[in-house]
């Protein structure tokens, strides 16, 4: 089982940067699928961006393709996601999950962590 730890949301104007961080650690792998994704307040859950960790290839939704940034740091056990250019719809909690294959479900997901930007 893999736990994952999300950490750096917070309050930032709309134009302003946040770069979350996601700590991974327990049954880690080098096949991990490392995803983001979001959920704002009264809508379904967003997916954002994903990287496989063994290779770095990275797949991003249209919404955040060219603001926003998915990296991995293997040997911190930690992945990343720079968010620049926000804007107040980029308001939610943000997860961060893990999966074994790049098909399928994400078998575990963070706590996540409020973004919130302001007008």
């Known amino acids: 089982q893999v736990q994952l730890a999300e950490s750096g949301g917070g309050l930032v104007q709309a134009g302003g940067s946040l770069r979350l961080s996601c700590a991974v650690s327990g049954r880690t792998s080098s096949n991990l699928f490392m995803g983001w994704f979001r959920q704002a307040p009264g809508k379904e859950r967003e997916f954002l961006a994903r990287?496989?960790?063994?290779?770095?290839?990275?797949v991003y939704a249209a919404s955040v393709k060219g603001r926003f940034t998915i990296s991995s740091d293997n040997a911190k056990n930690t992945v990343y996601l720079q968010m620049n250019s926000l804007k107040p719809e980029d308001t939610a909690v943000y997860y961060c999950a893990a999966k074994n294959t790049p098909w399928g479900d994400y078998g575990s997901w963070g706590r996540g962590t409020q973004v919130t930007v302001s007008s």
């Open positions: 990287i496989a960790w063994s290779t770095g290839s990275t």
